[in-house]
């Protein structure tokens, strides 16, 4: 469609003819993600002539049209200098009905709306969010004239009917937070957004508290989460992840952030209309259980449990058989483990590091008393299986997260991680903690007790330690050689890696005495560490 036709007509007060064409180019536009560079001027334009419209006291209709063509404008990071303005961002709140500017921002425009005044919000709303995702210079205006003010006036006031305008006033919110450190900062300290967004999540979730950290069990029959509370209660969480990167403590932080782990429990053990969905909301969950102090997770466990739990001194691990059923689905799924598989194992790491009842729970799911020791570590399909497959996986962050979390739960000792696991598989944890000879981690655990199943007992002294695995006897592929041949095989081996290093492909390495990798000719200097003598979980 001709732009030039339209920038002439909106210089006209013909509302009719304006809200026409725009409709008209909406509709072929509604889709277009890229538009042609040769435009990016009238583009431009169109924007400012939109802006100028919308300033003006036009139909609700009209402002609707407009809005939904400046929606579709705004795409386009490279047009948006005019909207990118002081004046664009306060015409865009200023229809979104929020208060915004540097000498107010406490009250709220929110007053009886008919059903189209309310698409006016939600339009400017999503333009709002478009623009700031895609302006850095509309970030700056939305800070300075206190657009996270009005967000947060209107979410306290609760007077948002309409579903859409909930949802996108906290997306709003989760962008500013998100793009800018210096509102995220005013939101946790000035307006006390955490425990706002708190709030949000109780109504939108309808919480019922039996307890001061305990929420009305949803039971075995719980409808699943609406569709449209579960999108809202996203967005929130999303905030309030953003929110809870820093330290968030201050007077009553502390009952503040362990409402929030309560909730997460909570919202664990709910489902929502799709599958999808569900492990999307209980991905949310545990991004921001991750930014929570670890003191706080006692939350998850600390509830009434029907009996059969007294081995873990009467905690009740539901939300923890969740966490651990989500993390093996991540792992099957086989694909973008970093950001959907590191942070639930960074959780129960840290869940098992510093709460005993979590890490014994966890170690009889994940590595029960061994029987089955003709099989290597990392071959079959049980959950130790596939996270000692992870412990040689080629990204690095992946790696280290599965080989952190059994080294956890082996109390940290290298002798109970190398009975799991086997020492090919552990040797990367072990370089980078310096603990290749042998010992344990820094964390002090308790003395509970791990027998050996006889089978493991009996079968020990034939495990290879470096396979993990009793291995079936192999044919001596010198049996049959004379002296002669072996001298020669053996002169010809050495020469094969005198000749490796001196072209230094390869470094003969030792390990010192703390654990550490070191030249050979270092650590031969040092007299050898003695082996740290195995201890029982």
């Known amino acids: 469609m001709d732009l030039n036709s339209i920038l002439s007509q909106l210089e006209t007060n013909n509302e009719e003819e304006i809200r026409r064409l725009l409709h008209q180019y909406n509709g072929e536009n509604s889709r277009t993600f890229t538009f042609d560079p040769k435009e990016e001027d009238l583009r431009s334009r169109l924007c400012q002539g939109l802006l100028t419209v919308l300033g003006r006291q036009v139909g609700s209709c009209c402002q609707s049209t407009c809005l939904e063509t400046l929606r579709i404008l705004s795409r386009d990071k490279r047009v948006l200098g005019p909207v990118g303005t002081r004046e664009g961002m306060l015409v865009l709140a200023g229809l979104a009905r ?69 949802l996108f006033s906290l997306r709003l919110l989760f962008l500013l937070s998100a793009l800018r450190p210096d509102v995220r900062g005013g939101l946790q300290r000035e307006l006390h957004a955490v425990g706002l967004l708190t709030e949000v999540l109780e109504r939108t979730l309808d919480l019922r508290w039996v307890g001061p950290y305990e929420v009305a069990h949803p039971g075995l029959q719980a409808l699943p989460i609406p569709a449209e509370d579960n999108e809202r209660a996203m967005e929130a969480l999303k905030a309030l992840f953003n929110l809870t990167l820093s330290d968030t403590s201050d007077e009553g932080g502390d009952h503040q952030l362990r409402l929030v782990t309560a909730i997460m429990r909570h919202l664990l053990m709910l489902k929502t209309q799709t599958e999808d969905k569900t492990e999307e909301a209980h991905s949310h969950a545990i991004n921001l259980l991750s930014n929570l102090p670890v003191s706080c997770l006692d939350v998850l466990i600390d509830l009434p449990v029907q009996g059969g739990q007294e081995e873990y001194s009467g905690k009740n691990m539901d939300a923890v058989q969740v966490l651990l059923d989500f993390m093996e689905k991540r792992i099957d799924k086989g694909a973008n483990y970093k950001e959907g598989l590191t942070p639930v194992l960074s959780l129960l790491t840290e869940g098992s590091r510093y709460h005993r009842e ?63 696991t086997g020492y090919g598989n552990a040797a990367g944890l072990l370089v980078a903690r310096g603990l290749l000879a042998g010992g344990r981690g820094e964390t002090l655990y308790s003395d509970d007790e791990d027998s050996d199943t006889e089978e493991y007992k009996s079968a020990k002294p034939f495990i290879n330690p470096i396979t993990g695995h009793v291995e079936e006897p192999m044919p001596n592929p010198i049996e049959d050689m004379t002296e002669e041949q072996k001298e020669y095989e053996a002169q010809k081996l050495v020469n094969m890696f005198d000749k490796l290093s001196r072209q230094q492909l ?12 070191a030249p050979l000719e270092e650590a031969l200097r040092q007299p050898t560490a003695d082996s740290c003598s195995s201890d029982s979980d």
């Open 358 to 420: 979590i890490r014994r729970y966890i170690k009889t799911q994940v590595l029960p008393p061994l029987k089955e020791v003709k099989v290597r570590p990392e071959i079959g399909s049980t959950v130790r299986n596939k996270l000692v497959r992870l412990m040689t996986h080629v990204d690095m962050g992946v790696k280290q997260s599965a080989a952190e979390f059994l080294f956890v739960l082996c109390k940290e000792s290298v002798d109970h991680l190398l009975k799991y």
């Open 98 to 166: 929020l208060q915004a500017g540097e000498e107010g921002g406490d009250s709220l425009q929110e007053d009886a709306q008919t059903e189209e005044e309310e698409k006016v919000v939600v339009e400017a709303l999503k333009c709002l969010c478009n623009v700031v995702f895609n302006s850095v210079a509309a970030q700056q205006v939305g800070a300075d004239v206190q657009l996270a003010r009005g967000l947060c006036a209107r979410l306290h006031a609760a007077r948002a009917r309409c579903h859409e305008v909930g």
């Open 506 to 517: 390869i470094r003969p390495m030792g390990v010192r005495r703390d654990g550490t990798l």
